[in-house]
């Protein structure tokens, strides 16, 4: 089964460095998280009752790949700036 991947940006966010991506397809709604993998989340169910608000944009595979290295680098400068 293929999954449909979405940009989730918000007002200080670009399509390039979104505030998450999320796909749908599978058993459930996953978010790229920090520890560098795909979980269960309920993000477009917040944004879809009003509790979040986000521009949500539907991208390729490719740029949800693109976003998994940046996920990766922003996991890093963290763990280098705070020092986890």
Do not use: N
């Not at 966010?13 to 309920?42: C, M, N």
């Not at 993000?43 to 940046?70: K, Q, W």
């Amino acid at each position: 089964m293929g999954y449909r991947y979405y940009a989730l940006i918000g007002i200080a966010d670009t399509l390039e460095d979104p505030h998450a991506v999320v796909r749908v397809g599978g058993r459930s709604t996953e978010s790229f998280k920090i520890d560098l993998r795909w979980s269960h989340t309920d993000l477009m169910e917040c944004i879809r009752t009003g509790r979040d608000d986000y521009e949500v944009v539907e991208i390729s595979d490719e740029d949800a790949t693109r976003f998994e290295v940046t996920q990766a680098r922003r996991t890093a400068e963290a763990r280098e700036r705070d020092g986890w």
